[in-house]
């Protein structure tokens, strides 16, 4: 019995018995146990002790004088200070009577006088231990609950304990706030006719009464609901459905105003908006200034047919000149002239759909008529590139979403370079323009050349704003052709080929493919 | 000088402005010969051809400046006229400058295009006709024998009949017979005419 002295320390025994002798046995036999002992020969001065010292054990003679054991056990259960005490009781009526009177009074035991030493340091341990675990879970308890209190107090989103009709059994402090009440004014209101203005026309379909009423869990954003003073606020809420043992009992509901929220992401959706109409301008004006750096090769391509036109136009007045005009003659000069004009309308139909402005909006677009176009478009401007443009598309090739003038665009620009490139090397091998599918999501479109190709310093800033190889450039052409392509969800890039040249390519995601469009590596 | 047949040359990629050219020169009774690109003509040039050369001066493959250097290295006498586009002038006045006679813009009126073509056709008639008379004259001055080729140098320079018959240490009456036969042989009576006849072939007979 000589462990846990330090243990023991902390517990308070108080002794209390009118026998100075009985007092001394008690104080012998338990002395040097570990224990702070207390003594008190009467009832008053024991309730004094035990109010001071809040003691564990309280060893209580029965018969006293003044004030007898059990009154002092009744007033220290009433006592709250006190009421957790074990009280023993000592004496020698040892009859059933005392006993039971003594455990209805709270008595937690009873020691028959004369009392053995080893039974009294037995029980006096056992109560000992039992008083202090029950104090240290109390002290437990209370913790929990003070930090349950401190959680729900320091979130910043409102919750509220709702009973099966609706009613706020509980709410937070930030529900409060958001509410712009006290907790006390929430407390005991109906969840749905306080906070949504059309409670009152239709119970049905009003946000958490699912929950409510059938138990399934609800999430839903910009909700409008009403605050204390009538004005309203879009939030967003989560309800769970209290269960206990599969019975419904409301529905805990978690909120937030998300005013400022909503406000930040029409911000964001604004400037969202703004770099894709800059996007859009920084196209249109690329676009506008390729045109113009092939403006001599288009005038020359609608000059062609102009000529054509009034020489077949000649030929024709010469022909009704005549006395006996050949008709058949005259009647082939004359579709002659017709699929001239065609021809000539044809080519300004092209110009003024690329230079359209903003571009259309994505489409459903088949690669091979894009890609011949658009080989039509280059070869305007080209002059000595006695290869010219090959365009190759593998078979069966599926169709691709995209915007079709911007890859038009995007197609031309690296077209140009690549003629530019070759004629800069004086070479005549052709530009290599291929298109095939890769992997599952996309279809990749390479444009290779035999040219000047690009040196491994300007690799790494092909694609960088203002960074140009060209005399003549303002380097946004490659710049604009990765934010053009990465706005349909593609990628660009350059790769050092095997022999002469460059070579670029960009992807595009196949019409109807989910989720992001093409792996780097294809 | 024989009489050659003159030919309107058209060197053109694009097929509707060569045919519609073709039909409208034809038109205007005019032998035509349309070529569909500078190679195609290259490869059918010869010296024979007579008339003038319309060129387009954008073609792919080989273009009409590239055609018209090339022409050069051949001495070719053809006249080109230049035929460019809105953006072409800077590439109109190099052609120029490698004697081109002209150029004219796309699109073009039919008169002026074929004023420009009887020039051009005119030029090509008097170059050729001159050449023949240059060569005419060097067939003379080749028929000359050496003593006579020698005395008539000296006449040319100026030279009095009893100068060169000192200096070639002979009689004065044998200079008069070189003399006359080199006027008849040369198919002249005046000096001066001689004169200009040998000058004029001067860079080709030294």
Redesign the interface.
């Known amino acids: 019995m000589t462990e846990t002295v330090s243990e023991n320390s902390e517990v308070t025994v108080l002794l209390v018995d009118d026998n100075p002798q009985n007092l001394k046995v008690l104080y012998e036999t338990l002395k040097d146990k570990g224990y702070r002992l207390l003594i008190a020969n009467e009832g008053e001065k024991a309730l004094d002790l035990a109010h001071r010292h809040h003691p564990e054990v309280i060893l209580l003679d029965i018969m006293m004088p003044e004030m007898d054991g059990y009154e002092v056990c009744e007033r220290l259960k009433a006592d709250p200070q006190t009421a957790d005490c074990a009280v023993v009781f000592l004496s020698a009526l040892d009859d059933l009577q005392a006993k039971v009177k003594g455990f209805s009074l709270g008595g937690a035991d009873y020691i028959s006088k004369p009392f053995q030493s080893q039974e009294v340091i037995v029980r006096v341990k056992t109560h000992a231990q039992v008083i202090r675990l029950e104090r240290e879970l109390q002290a437990r308890n209370r913790e929990l609950q003070s930090d349950q209190t401190r959680i729900l107090n320091s979130i910043s989103e409102g919750i509220y304990g709702l009973d099966e009709h609706g009613v706020i059994e509980f709410a937070n402090p930030a529900a409060a706030m958001i509410m712009g009440c006290p907790v006390e004014d929430l407390i005991g209101q109906n969840f749905f006719e306080r906070h949504f203005s059309t409670a009152a026309e239709s119970e049905d379909n009003l946000p958490v009464m699912a929950t409510c009423r059938q138990g399934v869990a609800e999430n839903q954003r910009n909700i409008r609901m009403l605050r204390s003073d009538g004005s309203g606020f879009p939030g967003e809420y989560r309800s769970t459905p209290k269960l206990d043992n599969e019975e419904l009992h409301g529905a805990v509901v978690v909120f937030r105003d998300i005013t400022t929220e909503l406000e930040n992401e029409q911000a964001l959706e604004d400037a969202r908006t703004m770099v894709q109409e800059q996007r859009d301008q920084l196209a249109h004006t690329s676009r506008l200034s390729t045109m113009g750096e092939m403006a001599a090769g288009f005038a020359h391509e609608v000059n062609q047919p102009l000529t054509a036109i009034t020489n077949y136009a000649r030929v024709a007045k010469r022909m009704m000149g005549k006395e006996q005009p050949d008709l058949v003659l005259l009647q082939e000069t004359l579709d002659k002239i017709e699929a001239q004009s065609h021809r000539a309308s044809e080519i300004i139909r092209r110009i003024r759909r690329f230079m359209k402005k903003p571009a259309t909006g994505k489409e459903v677009l088949a690669v091979p008529g894009l890609l011949d176009d658009t080989r039509q478009f280059a070869e305007v401007d080209m002059r000595n590139n006695e290869g010219g443009i090959e365009v190759q598309v593998e078979e069966a090739l599926p169709e691709v979403l995209a915007d079709p003038i911007q890859v038009q665009q995007v197609a031309l620009n690296l077209i140009r370079n690549a003629l530019e490139a070759t004629r800069s090397a004086g070479v005549s091998a052709s530009v290599e323009v291929s298109a095939r599918q890769c992997g599952d999501k996309c279809v990749r479109i390479q444009v290779r050349d035999h040219g000047v190709g690009v040196s491994e310093e300007d690799e790494e800033k092909l694609f960088h704003p203002f960074h140009t190889t060209k005399d003549d450039g303002m380097g946004i052409g490659l710049a604009t052709c990765r934010s053009l392509i990465q706005a349909q969800g593609g990628e660009i890039g350059y790769e050092r080929p095997e022999g002469e040249g460059a070579c670029f390519w960009f992807t595009l995601p196949i019409a109807g493919a989910q989720g992001p469009s093409c792996a780097p590596e294809c | 000088m024989t009489d050659i047949q003159q030919t309107v040359y058209v060197v053109e990629d694009?097929e509707?402005?060569r045919?519609?050219?073709e039909?409208?020169l034809k038109?205007?009774g005019k032998p035509v010969k349309p070529y569909e690109s500078a190679n195609a003509f290259l490869k059918d040039y010869s010296d024979k051809m007579a008339g003038c050369i319309v060129l387009d001066i954008?073609m792919?493959?080989m273009?009409g400046m590239e055609l018209q250097k090339k022409l050069n290295d051949k001495h070719s006498i053809l006249p080109i006229i230049f035929v460019t586009?809105?953006?072409?002038v800077p590439m109109a006045v190099d052609a120029m400058k490698e004697g081109a006679v002209d150029f004219i813009q796309?699109?073009?009126?039919?008169e002026a295009l074929l004023e420009k073509i009887e020039a051009a056709l005119e030029q090509d008639l008097e170059q050729r006709k001159s050449l023949d008379e240059k060569q005419e004259i060097i067939r003379r001055v080749k028929s000359l024998t050496p003593r006579e080729r020698e005395i008539m140098d000296r006449m040319i320079a100026g030279q009095a009949n009893k100068v060169i018959a000192i200096e070639l240490e002979i009689s004065q009456r044998t200079v008069e017979i070189h003399r006359s036969r080199v006027m008849h042989k040369m198919g002249t009576h005046s000096l001066a005419h001689l004169v200009r006849m040998v000058l004029s072939v001067k860079d080709l007979i030294d």
């Open positions: 694009d509707a402005v045919d519609s050219l039909l409208l038109s205007d954008r792919p493959g273009d586009g809105h953006g072409d796309k699109p073009y009126r039919e």
